[in-house]
């Protein structure tokens, strides 16, 4: 029995051992990619929203009151300053006119013989054969017939005005809106619409700025380092709800003289060259404003940042291979990368492929890599940090 006991413990091991070697355990050192931050100058952009408002509005009403005899544009046309719009009922001012110029001849008359009647007086007078009461008489009867013929021919001017004011002519150029009335209607003197008129090149686009932005360039126009570009002093680029690129471009042309109490914000205004007429006033878009000038800046990819709580981490490999985690302050998007603010030094090795195989304190095997610009130049920048001082930057040029 002892014998047999022996040969099952052997032939157990046979067995055992014919289960192939044992896996090799991981490498100690995973591989990663390294690179330093892509060193690029950089320009901040501060983004608003806005919306596009008319540079001027007008409501066309009319000077007089009368009937509406033709209209003469076309809803929502372009029309240019003096352009007819609507024609009131003429006859009525024509008769005026008429009216005015027959009691202007009369006057005349009566001047022309209250000056003869003077003269008469006068010489008469002088010859002592009027006394000073006739001649005093024949002298204010002439300056009243005088006075009166100035006061008709003021009557007709103001009824030839009448008259063309009868036709009432664009103030302004601009689009104009729908007519408000139409032709037969009874209008009345400064009172009745008739339409709108709205400017469209230039055209502003107006927006609100948080307190602490405005504070922000208010310090920078103080010390002389307020930004600006080859383009004007401060610049703005704009997009529409539809638009990836700021196609729209202008320039800072007002801010107001008082913040808002309430909301902590002040009212600023750009002002746009539209000169194909595609904005139009209360359109909605998206403005950047230069934030500061332009600066070196550290841009790495957004796959190599990691979030550590509520913190973002960027992995850094030191002389040794040992993985350190630095906290970074993040800055916008530009041409695809992420502009780090600091925490991280222009010499230190990112890992920006293999993170997902790495933690702080392990040993890595590094291989050499570079960070390039995903982006075009000139391509769509966005922002994820709402807090100031920029919401979106750009390659300076």
């Known amino acids: 029995m002892p014998g047999l006991v022996v040969i099952g413990l052997v032939v157990i091991g046979l067995l055992a051992g014919c289960g192939g070697p044992e896996a090799p355990p991981p490498p100690p050192n995973p591989p990663v990619t390294v690179a330093t931050p892509l060193i690029r100058p950089i320009l901040d952009w501060d983004e608003y929203v806005g919306r596009f408002e008319a ?21 929502g046309a372009i029309v240019r300053k003096g352009d007819l719009m609507f024609r ?20 005349r008359a009566s001047a022309a013989l209250a000056r003869e009647n003077f003269r008469r007086t006068e010489r008469l007078f002088k010859a002592d ?74 055209i502003h686009f107006v927006f609100t700025g948080a307190e602490s932005l405005y504070i922000k360039y208010t310090r920078q126009n103080a010390a002389g380092t307020r930004p600006s570009s ?41 002002v746009v060259q539209n000169g194909d007429g595609f904005l139009t006033p209360g359109l909605f878009g998206h403005m950047r404003l230069l934030g500061s000038g332009s600066y070196d800046g550290m841009l790495v990819p957004d796959t190599a940042l990691v979030t550590d709580q509520t913190r973002r981490v960027l992995l850094v490999v030191g002389k040794d291979g040992t993985v350190t985690a630095k906290p970074v302050n993040l800055g916008p998007l530009v041409q695809g990368l992420r502009v ?24 890595v095997t590094t291989k050499p890599g570079r960070i390039v610009a995903t982006a075009p130049a000139d391509g769509p920048t966005e922002a994820i940090l709402p807090t100031p001082p920029a919401g979106a930057a750009t390659p300076a040029t």
């Open 55 to 75: 540079v001027r509005s007008v409501e066309v009403r009319p000077r007089v009151s009368g009937q509406i005899a033709s209209v003469n544009f076309r809803d």
């Open 88 to 107: 009131l009922d003429l006859r009525p001012f024509e008769a005026a006119v008429a009216e005015a110029r027959a009691a202007e001849a009369r006057a």
């Open 129 to 202: 054969a009027a006394s000073r009461e006739e001649y005093d008489t024949g002298r204010a009867t002439l300056a009243q017939a005088e006075a009166d013929t100035a006061a008709a021919a003021a009557a007709v001017r103001t009824r030839a005005l009448d008259l063309e004011f009868a036709e009432v002519r664009a103030p302004e150029t601009g689009r104009a809106s729908d007519r408000r009335l139409d032709a037969g209607n009874f209008v009345t003197a400064g009172q009745t619409v008739l339409t709108t008129i709205v400017s469209i090149d230039p």
């Open 230 to 270: 080859r383009r004007a002093a401060n610049p703005v680029e704009i997009r529409l709800q539809d638009e990836t690129s700021y196609a729209h471009r202008g320039q800072m042309d007002f801010v107001d003289n008082a913040l808002d109490g309430a909301s902590g914000t002040i009212r600023g205004r750009a």
């Open 340 to 363: 780090i603010r600091d925490g991280i030094a222009p010499t230190d090795r990112i890992i920006i492929e293999g993170v997902q195989r790495t933690r702080p304190g392990m040993k």
